[in-house]
């Protein structure tokens, strides 16, 4: 963990120089959906695309910080929650997964490579993922105060652990597909963070510029949806040829 | 009561033995080897609960340092030696959990009902000697049950040991989900053994005491446990029927104690303490009543106010269910009900005050022996005094409000029950432990380890008092969290250390305690010169007790009785009309 | 002071061995006198619980027959106090050393004891068809649904709109009196087995007596319940 | 600050007078009763010890003694009792809460402090309140009314400088009041068991000349009118 938290530090910073330029912590480019392990039917195909959004980006909520001086002191200037992250009217942070058109009964082995969720300047990086049914999450605190991490699913099992100390490390994994499962910090309210559990490996979450990438894909016709924490659900239909790439754009609107 | 000559001949009580081992030793309907059985169990429970304290100290006095040897601790508990949290909060819970109701309680009531109460009134065995084994066999499974919680996914019962809802209710709220459950469980299954055994002690004080032995011929021991089985009695029921309720919450989603639907957390509390306080009393009585035994053999004089005495433990057994709101003070249950509750509270003072007094006016003009049950009894008075003394802050409501909650109120529960409850314990197996194995416990070790448990527990203790008025509350992971505590960092890892001395002590105990069943003097029949039936019969007794009915013609403790020359003390079976030249007048009291 | 040559001769329902004068009642029914003590407390916790609840929110318990079906439940009272009757009748033929009375009897009480069980079963039943379950109305359900109309129902006003304190407290304190009936059913077949084996003498019947006091005791409960859950 | 001392820490609330009088009335009579005791077990010890020729003093009792160590204790606990009685009301009394309180209301969950203030209205309840997070802001010298409640579990409220602690209990709303009475920050803790973050449930509370108070309410409703 010590290795990454200099670098996750420095992105943190970044954030908090512009308030719409970051989206959180080591959420540099959209997550990569693990290499398939196999089982169900995989191809060259690809959807790629960018998320998008029309009108005026809601100003994000400031976090005041201050009782928390060591993760205070990981941010300089206003600390927002960066719920809403437009870049030029591309959104990031959108979870973007393959809805259904995937063939019947095709199963999908989950990589042994955990996916890792930190902890850092009381701010969960990364803030929206997703991650495969039986995939580990490792979970990781990168402060050194107390964060809880609290999981409030409805079709998996829930959980609550404590990471007291700096550097410490806990896994988890779930057993259900789920969109999304909130994870939580009860001592830090503000702290918040989302994971799909899919069922199989095409997803992604869109980057800075908005843009994602779902590689590995079979030809078809697929229902491909885009979850956003704030704003909603869109979906899009998009057919991939045979080791071709199918484009979508989903675009979403200021919250209803 | 008649004056009889001689030694009647009556029925035949002890048959010959020929059990098979199991009868014997395991599946066993002796009160004796239940006694014993019940005893090792809980000194089991005792070294865990031990444990868990020196898990919870270090965590207190080395917040977040690696807890030595700890990495022999799962990732769940203690990630790197490291203790969590939810780990610490687990073993606040289990601390308190295995120590009132797997060690105090049965040391005092399993252990030493069960042993005593027969010996000491002339029976040949309990009531029912059947039911009696089953409260010993329906403990066991509670106790592998609670031991079992700690393996369990998401960890112990992590609420407290006073589990107030909705925190234990839903297991959202903690994370603990099946170890919440097997609490419930264990406690209502060790609820069923405790009704069970004090059913048996009632039945058989009321019934079984042999003649001559009438109500106030009582040794205070059995007088102590006779009120402390009503205690029971009536006490857990309550508690029983309060964690189904819990366990209801749980389980079936009914809602008597969450507020959602209209439930009330305040009930549980009120459920809870309204056994919770005969529970206190449940765990001092018979501590006293021990200590009124030993206070008067090692002063070789009569207890001082005998029937005071007893009215004392009835006042306090009366009075101690109607004091229960005094841990509710600051809960939001409706304060004029606090001003009541504080003066039915400030009253029970008073026969606290009654039995101290009279220890003391034993002591006075006697001639005292400091035999190692000795020790601890007095230690026992000594240190009860503290913890008396230390509950009239908390009484006083305003007080109250500062203190509640911190621990200054771990120090006072503390110096009731370690330096209470536990010395008369330490005593009390020291006391008896001839008539059980038939051996005597090795007297330097005892002492000691009487002195270093005396010092270094006073040094674990006393400065808690300290820590709880400068504000350090109760069960907290990290005080350094809070700037008020942080000077109180050097007397908590004070605390600490003493704390880890203190558990060491108890080492000697234990090899004082194993070794002597296997290499310690042979034992008389009465080793300290008591006048209790216990000493009439050999030591270790045999199956029945005695080979006769005894007969009873004293009071407990004729001590330097005037009316005889030839020793100094008169045995409850000694008639003076057996003895050439002496009337039985003036001895009957 | 009595001796006893040899214990199978002496009346056993005199003290078992020679002592000071205790109770003046035999140990067995000592005991189990002491034992409902407790069973007291154990239902004081449950119906206390009850009552404190329903005064402090008044307005979350449904009015007599609109959900419970008294009627049925005023019978089986009926049939519960019957067996009371019976286990007296069986005790007077214990005493009399009566023999076959002693066994009609006993077998009368454990018949009627069991359609009491059998009687609340069915109860149980309609109820949790109706919609009402440990924790409230089950959604979708005819009970639930009416709650959440808001409407007078059944002949009552409106329905609590939730029903989980009533849920909870109805089935705890009935299902712990269903238990304690259960066991005393279990006890006497017991009780009947060794009846049917003549153990039981004119001068020796402690264990018909002991059983009688539970039994009495479970039925005075179940006057209670029935009072303060049905008829309230 | 001596960490074995047993006076009380330095208090800032006008409750700390009366309670911490009670206090040291209470160690002033228990510490002579822990003496009288303590040192009366010793001598008795050292003076009665067995050794040759020492006669026991044959007694089982005496009324007279027991009538006064009855009496003298019962009669000590009900003056505490009846002093305590006196205190306690003015702090915990429903009645006791000065008209002129400023009101404020407190959410706790797990595992922080929801301190809602009232706006320009001066009651709480209205659209114009505002919530701040771990932070607990009134004025010196004027008493302030807390509706307390808890969304999830029991906590309790618990400033020691205050001499102020109150369970708060989900589906209750408990008042509860103070005065403080010097400027300055302290520390509000949770006292109740609340879970695995229950150390942590730490809040501040800064307690502002009265010209500073509003001067901070000012800027407190326009920074969270803004979010």
Same mark, same amino acid.
């Given at each position: 963990m010590t290795r990454l938290s200099p670098w996750i530090s420095v992105g943190l910073v970044l954030v908090a120089c512009g308030e719409k330029k970051g989206a959180g912590g080591a959420d540099t480019t959209a997550t990569a959906a693990p290499a398939p392990a196999a089982a169900g039917p995989t191809g060259g195909g690809s959807i790629t695309g960018t998320v998008k959004f029309s009108g005026t980006a809601p100003a994000n909520p400031t976090i005041d910080m201050s009782e928390e001086a060591a993760c205070k002191a990981k941010h300089s200037g206003t600390i927002t929650d960066p719920q809403v992250v437009v870049n030029g009217g591309n959104l990031a942070n959108a979870f973007v997964y393959v809805k259904s058109g995937l063939p019947a009964g095709a199963t999908y082995t989950a990589p042994s490579t955990p996916v890792v969720i930190d902890q850092n300047g009381c701010l969960y990086a990364p803030r929206v993922f997703g991650i495969m049914v039986g995939q580990p999450l490792e979970i990781r605190n990168s402060d050194p105060v107390l964060h809880n991490i609290k999981a409030v699913p409805t079709a998996n099992r829930g959980f609550n652990i404590s990471q007291p100390t700096e550097g410490m490390k806990t896994t988890r994994t779930f057993d259900t597909p789920e969109v999304m499962v909130p994870l939580e910090c009860n001592v830090h309210s503000w702290m918040n963070a989302h994971v799909g559990v899919m069922s199989h490996p095409f997803f992604a979450v869109s980057g800075e510029n908005g843009s994602f990438s779902i590689t590995g894909l079979p030809a078809g016709t697929y229902e491909i949806e885009a979850w956003h924490e704030k704003l909603g659900t869109r979906t899009a239909t998009v057919t991939v040829p045979e080791g071709g790439a199918g484009t979508a754009e989903l675009t979403f609107g200021p919250a209803a | 009561m008649t004056s009889l000559a001689t030694p009647v001949e009556s029925h035949v009580q002890a048959h010959p033995d020929n059990r098979s081992f199991i009868q014997k030793y395991i599946f066993s309907t002796d009160h004796k080897i239940i006694g014993i059985q019940f005893l090792l169990m809980s000194l089991l429970f005792l070294t865990v609960g031990g444990m868990l304290a020196m898990i919870i100290r270090w965590q207190l006095g080395y917040p977040n340092k690696p807890l030595p040897g700890g990495t022999v601790l799962p990732e769940t508990m203690a990630p790197g030696g490291v203790i969590l949290p939810e780990f610490y909060t687990s073993a606040v819970t289990m601390h308190g959990t295995i120590m009132v109701f797997f060690a105090i309680m049965p040391l005092l009531v399993g252990v030493f009902g069960n042993f005593l109460i027969p010996l000491k009134i002339g029976a !040949? *065995?309990?009531?029912?000697p059947r039911i009696n084994m089953a409260s010993f066999w329906v403990a066991v499974p509670a106790g592998i049950l609670m031991i079992a919680g700690f393996f369990v996914e998401g960890g112990h019962a992590s609420a407290g040991w006073t589990s107030y809802a909705p925190l234990s209710a839903d297991p959202e709220y903690t994370g603990v989900t099946a170890g919440q459950r097997i609490w419930c469980v264990s406690l209502i299954v060790l609820g069923l053994s405790s009704i069970l055994g004090s059913m048996n002690y009632i039945t058989t004080v009321i019934n079984m005491r042999a003649p001559g032995m009438t109500w106030f011929r009582l040794p205070l021991s059995i007088w102590a446990l006779f009120i402390t089985s009503i205690l029971v009695l009536l006490a857990i029921p309550i508690l029983s029927g309060a964690v189904i309720m819990l366990l209801f919450d749980d389980v079936? =989603?009914?809602?008597?104690?969450? $507020?959602? &639907? +209209? =439930? &009330? #957390?305040l009930l549980w509390q009120h459920l809870f303490w309204f056994f919770g306080h005969p529970e206190v009393y449940i765990l001092i009585l018979p501590a006293m009543g021990f200590v009124s035994d030993i206070l008067s053999n090692g002063a070789r004089k009569p207890i001082f106010g005998y029937h005071s005495m007893v009215y004392a433990l009835i006042a306090i057994g009366f009075l101690g269910w109607i004091v229960w709101g005094h841990h509710m003070f600051q809960s939001g249950m409706n304060p004029t009900l606090g001003t009541s509750f504080m003066i039915s509270t400030m009253l029970i003072a008073v026969p606290s005050a009654i039995k101290v007094f009279n220890w003391l006016g034993t002591l006075w003009g006697g001639k005292i022996r400091f035999h190692v049950p000795m020790m601890h009894a007095l230690a026992f008075v000594s240190m009860f005094v503290i913890g008396g003394l230390s509950g009239v802050f908390m009484a006083s409501t305003p007080v109250d409000i500062y203190i509640h909650d911190t621990y200054f109120i771990v120090a006072h529960l503390h110096y009731v029950l370690f330096g209470g409850s536990l010395f008369a314990i330490f005593g009390a197996v020291t006391f008896w432990y001839p008539k059980m194995f038939g051996r005597m416990m090795n007297p330097t070790l005892g002492k000691i380890h009487f002195v270093l448990t005396f010092v270094f527990y006073n040094l674990v203790f006393f400065p808690m008092h300290q820590l709880g008025l400068q504000g350090h509350m109760r069960r907290i992971y990290d005080p350094t969290i809070y700037d008020f505590l942080k000077p109180l960092g050097g007397l908590n890892r004070f605390i600490t250390i003493s704390a880890f001395l203190l558990f060491a002590s108890q080492l000697l105990f234990a090899y004082n305690f194993i070794v002597s069943w296997f290499r310690g003097k042979k034992a008389p029949a009465n080793p300290w010169e *008591?006048? =209790?039936?216990? /000493?009439?019969? $050999? %030591? #270790? !007794? $045999?199956? +029945?007790? /005695? $080979?006769a009915t005894p007969h009873v013609h004293q009071p407990p403790y004729e001590f330097?009785? !005037?009316?005889?020359?030839? %020793? *100094?003390f008169l045995p409850q079976t000694q008639s003076l009309d057996a003895i050439p030249g002496r009337s039985s007048a003036g001895a009957a009291h | 002071m009595a001796h006893a040559s040899h214990a199978l001769d002496r009346d056993m329902m005199l003290p078992p061995a020679e002592a000071e004068t205790g109770s003046g009642v035999y140990t067995e029914k000592l005991g189990m006198w002491i034992f409902l003590l407790s069973e007291v407390m154990f239902f004081t916790a449950l119906i206390g619980s009850y009552l404190i609840l329903r005064v402090s929110k008044p307005d979350g318990w449904a009015a007599p027959n609109q959900i419970l079906n008294v009627p049925v439940t005023a019978v089986n009272t009926f049939i519960l106090i019957c067996s009371s009757v019976t286990m007296v009748k069986a005790y007077a033929a214990a005493a009399d050393g009566n023999q076959a009375k002693l066994k009609l009897w006993l077998v009368a009480t454990v018949l009627i004891g069991a359609t009491f069980v059998g009687v609340q079963v069915f109860e149980y039943n309609q109820l949790i068809h109706h919609g009402l379950v440990p924790g409230g109305f089950v959604a979708g359900r005819e009970l639930a649904e009416a709650a959440a109309s808001g409407a007078a129902f059944k002949g009552g006003p409106a329905l609590p709109t939730s029903g989980g304190l009533y849920g909870s407290t109805f089935y705890t304190m009935t299902g712990f009196h269903g238990f304690h009936v259960t066991m005393g059913v279990i006890c006497m077949i017991f009780v009947t087995f060794k009846a049917f084996q003549g153990k039981y003498t004119a001068t020796d019947h402690r264990g018909v007596e002991v059983i009688g006091l539970y039994w009495h005791f479970v039925d005075l409960v179940w006057i209670i319940l029935f009072t303060i859950v049905y008829l309230i | 600050m001596n960490p074995l001392s047993w006076m009380l820490p330095p208090s800032a609330s006008t409750f700390a007078g009366d309670i911490d009088r009670l206090y040291y009335l209470i160690l002033i009579i228990t510490g002579i009763a822990f003496v009288v005791v303590q040192v009366g077990l010793v001598w008795f010890l050292i003076k009665y010890r067995d050794r040759p020729g020492r006669t026991v003093h044959y007694t089982h009792g005496s009324v007279k003694a027991e009538v006064i160590w009855t009496a003298v204790p019962t009669v000590t606990v009900v003056i505490i009792g009846l002093l305590s009685g006196r205190v306690w009301n003015q702090i915990k009394g429903r009645e006791s809460v000065p008209e002129n309180a400023l009101p404020i209301s407190i959410l706790a969950k797990q595992f922080e402090w929801h301190v809602t203030y009232p706006g320009p209205d001066g009651v709480t309840g209205g659209s114009d309140d505002f919530t701040i997070r771990n932070q607990l802001h009134v004025p010196v010298g004027r008493a302030v009314v807390m509706s307390m409640t808890a969304e999830d579990v029991i906590h309790a409220f618990n400033v020691p400088a205050f001499r102020l602690k109150q369970d708060v209990v989900p589906g209750m709303t408990i008042r509860a009041w103070f005065q403080a009475t010097e400027p300055g920050t302290y520390e509000l803790g949770c006292a109740e068991l609340c879970g695995l973050g229950h150390y942590r449930m730490r809040a501040v509370v800064t307690v502002h000349a009265q010209d500073e108070y509003d001067q901070w309410m000012r800027t407190a409703r326009q920074t969270t009118a803004q979010r």
């Amino acid at each position: 963990m010590t290795r990454l938290s200099p670098w996750i530090s420095v992105g943190l910073v970044l954030v908090a120089c512009g308030e719409k330029k970051g989206a959180g912590g080591a959420d540099t480019t959209a997550t990569a959906a693990p290499a398939p392990a196999a089982a169900g039917p995989t191809g060259g195909g690809s959807i790629t695309g960018t998320v998008k959004f029309s009108g005026t980006a809601p100003a994000n909520p400031t976090i005041d910080m201050s009782e928390e001086a060591a993760c205070k002191a990981k941010h300089s200037g206003t600390i927002t929650d960066p719920q809403v992250v437009v870049n030029g009217g591309n959104l990031a942070n959108a979870f973007v997964y393959v809805k259904s058109g995937l063939p019947a009964g095709a199963t999908y082995t989950a990589p042994s490579t955990p996916v890792v969720i930190d902890q850092n300047g009381c701010l969960y990086a990364p803030r929206v993922f997703g991650i495969m049914v039986g995939q580990p999450l490792e979970i990781r605190n990168s402060d050194p105060v107390l964060h809880n991490i609290k999981a409030v699913p409805t079709a998996n099992r829930g959980f609550n652990i404590s990471q007291p100390t700096e550097g410490m490390k806990t896994t988890r994994t779930f057993d259900t597909p789920e969109v999304m499962v909130p994870l939580e910090c009860n001592v830090h309210s503000w702290m918040n963070a989302h994971v799909g559990v899919m069922s199989h490996p095409f997803f992604a979450v869109s980057g800075e510029n908005g843009s994602f990438s779902i590689t590995g894909l079979p030809a078809g016709t697929y229902e491909i949806e885009a979850w956003h924490e704030k704003l909603g659900t869109r979906t899009a239909t998009v057919t991939v040829p045979e080791g071709g790439a199918g484009t979508a754009e989903l675009t979403f609107g200021p919250a209803a | 009561m008649t004056s009889l000559a001689t030694p009647v001949e009556s029925h035949v009580q002890a048959h010959p033995d020929n059990r098979s081992f199991i009868q014997k030793y395991i599946f066993s309907t002796d009160h004796k080897i239940i006694g014993i059985q019940f005893l090792l169990m809980s000194l089991l429970f005792l070294t865990v609960g031990g444990m868990l304290a020196m898990i919870i100290r270090w965590q207190l006095g080395y917040p977040n340092k690696p807890l030595p040897g700890g990495t022999v601790l799962p990732e769940t508990m203690a990630p790197g030696g490291v203790i969590l949290p939810e780990f610490y909060t687990s073993a606040v819970t289990m601390h308190g959990t295995i120590m009132v109701f797997f060690a105090i309680m049965p040391l005092l009531v399993g252990v030493f009902g069960n042993f005593l109460i027969p010996l000491k009134i002339g029976a !040949p *065995d309990m009531a029912f000697p059947r039911i009696n084994m089953a409260s010993f066999w329906v403990a066991v499974p509670a106790g592998i049950l609670m031991i079992a919680g700690f393996f369990v996914e998401g960890g112990h019962a992590s609420a407290g040991w006073t589990s107030y809802a909705p925190l234990s209710a839903d297991p959202e709220y903690t994370g603990v989900t099946a170890g919440q459950r097997i609490w419930c469980v264990s406690l209502i299954v060790l609820g069923l053994s405790s009704i069970l055994g004090s059913m048996n002690y009632i039945t058989t004080v009321i019934n079984m005491r042999a003649p001559g032995m009438t109500w106030f011929r009582l040794p205070l021991s059995i007088w102590a446990l006779f009120i402390t089985s009503i205690l029971v009695l009536l006490a857990i029921p309550i508690l029983s029927g309060a964690v189904i309720m819990l366990l209801f919450d749980d389980v079936l =989603g009914t809602h008597f104690f969450l $507020p959602a &639907q +209209g =439930g &009330q #957390p305040l009930l549980w509390q009120h459920l809870f303490w309204f056994f919770g306080h005969p529970e206190v009393y449940i765990l001092i009585l018979p501590a006293m009543g021990f200590v009124s035994d030993i206070l008067s053999n090692g002063a070789r004089k009569p207890i001082f106010g005998y029937h005071s005495m007893v009215y004392a433990l009835i006042a306090i057994g009366f009075l101690g269910w109607i004091v229960w709101g005094h841990h509710m003070f600051q809960s939001g249950m409706n304060p004029t009900l606090g001003t009541s509750f504080m003066i039915s509270t400030m009253l029970i003072a008073v026969p606290s005050a009654i039995k101290v007094f009279n220890w003391l006016g034993t002591l006075w003009g006697g001639k005292i022996r400091f035999h190692v049950p000795m020790m601890h009894a007095l230690a026992f008075v000594s240190m009860f005094v503290i913890g008396g003394l230390s509950g009239v802050f908390m009484a006083s409501t305003p007080v109250d409000i500062y203190i509640h909650d911190t621990y200054f109120i771990v120090a006072h529960l503390h110096y009731v029950l370690f330096g209470g409850s536990l010395f008369a314990i330490f005593g009390a197996v020291t006391f008896w432990y001839p008539k059980m194995f038939g051996r005597m416990m090795n007297p330097t070790l005892g002492k000691i380890h009487f002195v270093l448990t005396f010092v270094f527990y006073n040094l674990v203790f006393f400065p808690m008092h300290q820590l709880g008025l400068q504000g350090h509350m109760r069960r907290i992971y990290d005080p350094t969290i809070y700037d008020f505590l942080k000077p109180l960092g050097g007397l908590n890892r004070f605390i600490t250390i003493s704390a880890f001395l203190l558990f060491a002590s108890q080492l000697l105990f234990a090899y004082n305690f194993i070794v002597s069943w296997f290499r310690g003097k042979k034992a008389p029949a009465n080793p300290w010169e *008591d006048t =209790g039936l216990e /000493w009439t019969t $050999p %030591s #270790p !007794p $045999p199956h +029945g007790n /005695w $080979p006769a009915t005894p007969h009873v013609h004293q009071p407990p403790y004729e001590f330097n009785s !005037p009316h005889v020359k030839e %020793s *100094d003390f008169l045995p409850q079976t000694q008639s003076l009309d057996a003895i050439p030249g002496r009337s039985s007048a003036g001895a009957a009291h | 002071m009595a001796h006893a040559s040899h214990a199978l001769d002496r009346d056993m329902m005199l003290p078992p061995a020679e002592a000071e004068t205790g109770s003046g009642v035999y140990t067995e029914k000592l005991g189990m006198w002491i034992f409902l003590l407790s069973e007291v407390m154990f239902f004081t916790a449950l119906i206390g619980s009850y009552l404190i609840l329903r005064v402090s929110k008044p307005d979350g318990w449904a009015a007599p027959n609109q959900i419970l079906n008294v009627p049925v439940t005023a019978v089986n009272t009926f049939i519960l106090i019957c067996s009371s009757v019976t286990m007296v009748k069986a005790y007077a033929a214990a005493a009399d050393g009566n023999q076959a009375k002693l066994k009609l009897w006993l077998v009368a009480t454990v018949l009627i004891g069991a359609t009491f069980v059998g009687v609340q079963v069915f109860e149980y039943n309609q109820l949790i068809h109706h919609g009402l379950v440990p924790g409230g109305f089950v959604a979708g359900r005819e009970l639930a649904e009416a709650a959440a109309s808001g409407a007078a129902f059944k002949g009552g006003p409106a329905l609590p709109t939730s029903g989980g304190l009533y849920g909870s407290t109805f089935y705890t304190m009935t299902g712990f009196h269903g238990f304690h009936v259960t066991m005393g059913v279990i006890c006497m077949i017991f009780v009947t087995f060794k009846a049917f084996q003549g153990k039981y003498t004119a001068t020796d019947h402690r264990g018909v007596e002991v059983i009688g006091l539970y039994w009495h005791f479970v039925d005075l409960v179940w006057i209670i319940l029935f009072t303060i859950v049905y008829l309230i | 600050m001596n960490p074995l001392s047993w006076m009380l820490p330095p208090s800032a609330s006008t409750f700390a007078g009366d309670i911490d009088r009670l206090y040291y009335l209470i160690l002033i009579i228990t510490g002579i009763a822990f003496v009288v005791v303590q040192v009366g077990l010793v001598w008795f010890l050292i003076k009665y010890r067995d050794r040759p020729g020492r006669t026991v003093h044959y007694t089982h009792g005496s009324v007279k003694a027991e009538v006064i160590w009855t009496a003298v204790p019962t009669v000590t606990v009900v003056i505490i009792g009846l002093l305590s009685g006196r205190v306690w009301n003015q702090i915990k009394g429903r009645e006791s809460v000065p008209e002129n309180a400023l009101p404020i209301s407190i959410l706790a969950k797990q595992f922080e402090w929801h301190v809602t203030y009232p706006g320009p209205d001066g009651v709480t309840g209205g659209s114009d309140d505002f919530t701040i997070r771990n932070q607990l802001h009134v004025p010196v010298g004027r008493a302030v009314v807390m509706s307390m409640t808890a969304e999830d579990v029991i906590h309790a409220f618990n400033v020691p400088a205050f001499r102020l602690k109150q369970d708060v209990v989900p589906g209750m709303t408990i008042r509860a009041w103070f005065q403080a009475t010097e400027p300055g920050t302290y520390e509000l803790g949770c006292a109740e068991l609340c879970g695995l973050g229950h150390y942590r449930m730490r809040a501040v509370v800064t307690v502002h000349a009265q010209d500073e108070y509003d001067q901070w309410m000012r800027t407190a409703r326009q920074t969270t009118a803004q979010r």
